[in-house]
């Protein structure tokens, strides 16, 4: 089973970045597809970005499309997500969650079935 740990988070102001981490332990991680997901204040879970096993595909969601990238390294068993020029509605608490998705499921938050415990990303001046 693969476990996963969230880091990077932290307060950055109206048109920071900060990059993200999803570090992985465990046996087959590289048979997993990898999602994030935020949840914000009084907000159900969102999808963020998710990215496939291989890392050859890559789905966003489309309020951080062109701001957010995610990326993978599987030799790190890591999963990483990069975000740009960041805003108040982009504070959440992030989580990453792994599973194997088909196209149709990959933005839903039932196709992965492991979770990191999150880490809070808060966007204020």
């Known amino acids: 089973q693969v476990q996963l740990g969230e880091s990077g988070g932290g307060l950055v102001q109206p048109g920071g970045s900060l990059r993200l981490s999803c570090a992985a332990s465990?046996?087959?991680?590289?048979?997993?597809?990898v999602a994030w997901f935020r949840q914000g204040p009084g907000k159900e879970r969102e999808f963020v970005a998710a990215?496939?096993?291989?890392?050859?595909?890559?789905y966003y969601a489309d309020s951080v499309k062109g701001r957010f990238t995610i990326s993978r390294d599987n030799a790190k068993m890591t999963v990483y997500l990069q975000m740009n020029n960041l805003g108040p509605e982009d504070t959440a608490v992030y989580y990453c969650?792994?599973?194997?998705?088909?196209?149709?499921?990959?933005?839903?938050?039932?196709?992965?079935?492991?979770w990191g415990q999150g880490t809070q990303v808060t966007v204020s001046s």
């Open positions: 465990g046996s087959n991680y590289r048979n997993y597809d």
């Open positions: 990215i496939r096993r291989n890392g050859g595909t890559t």
């Open positions: 969650g792994a599973g194997s998705a088909i196209t149709s499921t990959i933005r839903t938050s039932g196709a992965y079935t492991r």
